[in-house]
């Protein structure tokens, strides 16, 4: 079958960045009766083959929806964002090289557990989507080091 | 029993204390209320569900602190707990707790260390932590089948020398070799997730005596 593609990442300087930031960040989300990943229906359902695909998927999300829609003030706050969106940008051309050699195959599952999070995204608005995300990255960077285990630091 | 809202100060420090999976809700009382008689009631919130749950067992209590594992047993999910402090017909806003999610906050409690002791080698064997569970009768689940990725900080120390070395482990046996006949080692271990960073609990210090060298004592026979 398809080698699931991982990434070698150091997660524990993405997870250092997202910790400084944390507390911060879901202080300002209000709306907890909403989650974006909703991560009972989407993430823990992910089988190993949709791995590279999800990964691949929600990294886009990240860099093409969430930091781009999200508007920060404390300088602070900003320098910890940006540092996830690089790492984040990196993750995302290791998955472009698998992606080539065929390695990343998109099943239909993958697609739809895409499209929840996109449709959860959507139902917001669109600043409060993005804090929502944000704060919601200690959940997706859990699930990208259980699943690509074996190669973070 | 409805009460004026605010006209008590807030519970203040209001945080989880999680072991293993055990999650108390604990907080301080309000200040510039001793001596007064407070009791509180507590509410927890599961995040992506719709609306604050009460907890039974912690209404109108005068404890600072409240049981909720059981309501937070789904580690994989996210949650928020709030306590208020009620006097007579006053009570105070809630004090609410930031996001707790159990699986990357749990501490992870030290596992079962045994040791068994050679003459110039000690062996230990560690056993994972268990997760906690609601009923003695439930079957265990070690922290090992959530957090595949557990270690070991072993550190051994030398009562005689005073020397202390440590390694990190992941599997549950090892042995400790080149060591000196009839001392006195005193091992700790520690377990630890990489991840997000986690206080960390050390086990019991255990001692043991390495055995005495027999090839010298035929000689002195």
Request: a positive charge; charged letters at 20%.
């Amino acid at each position: 079958g398809l080698r699931r593609c991982l990434i070698s990442m150091d997660m524990r300087r993405i997870e250092e960045s997202f910790q400084g930031i944390k507390n911060a960040i879901q202080a300002k989300d209000t709306f907890q009766n909403v989650t974006i990943l909703s991560t009972s229906e989407t993430l823990h359902s992910i089988k190993p083959l949709d791995v590279c695909c999800v990964t691949k998927n929600l990294l886009a999300f990240y860099v093409d929806r969430v930091f781009k829609d999200h508007q920060e003030l404390s300088p602070q706050i900003l320098r910890k964002i940006s540092s996830i969106a690089n790492s984040f940008l990196y993750m995302q051309k290791t998955l472009q090289r698998c992606q080539e050699q065929r390695l990343c195959h998109c099943r239909q599952e993958a697609t739809n557990a895409t499209r929840i999070i996109h449709d959860n995204y959507d139902q917001l608005e669109v600043r409060s989507a993005a804090i929502k995300s944000l704060g919601e990255l200690d959940v997706l960077l859990a699930w990208i080091d259980k699943n690509h285990q074996g190669t973070s630091a | 029993v409805s009460c004026v809202s605010g006209g008590l100060p807030k519970p203040t420090n209001i945080t989880f204390l999680s072991i293993n999976m055990k999650n108390i809700l604990q907080w301080n009382p309000p200040q510039g209320l001793q001596g007064v008689e407070v009791t509180y009631s507590v509410q927890y919130f599961i995040y992506g569900q719709k609306k604050w749950l009460n907890k039974s067992e912690c209404r109108d209590i005068s404890r600072t602190y409240c049981d909720l594992s059981a309501e937070t047993s789904d580690y994989e999910r996210q949650y928020y707990a709030k306590a208020k402090a009620i006097w007579g017909t006053n009570c105070s806003k809630w004090a609410e707790t930031g996001r707790f999610y159990p699986f990357l906050e749990t501490q992870i409690g030290p596992p079962e260390v045994a040791l068994t002791a050679d003459e110039k080698s000690i062996s230990i064997v560690l056993t994972a932590p268990k997760k906690w569970k609601k009923n003695p009768e439930e079957s265990s689940i070690s922290l090992e089948q959530i957090y595949s990725n557990l270690k070991y900080n072993v550190s051994i120390h030398n009562t005689k020398s005073n020397r202390t070395w440590s390694q990190c482990v992941t599997n549950q046996t090892l042995v400790f070799g080149w060591l000196e006949p009839d001392t006195l080692y005193c091992v700790l271990v520690e377990s630890f997730v990489p991840g997000p960073p986690r206080l960390v609990q050390p086990s019991e210090k255990q001692c043991v005596s390495t055995l005495k060298d027999q090839t010298s004592t035929l000689k002195v026979k």
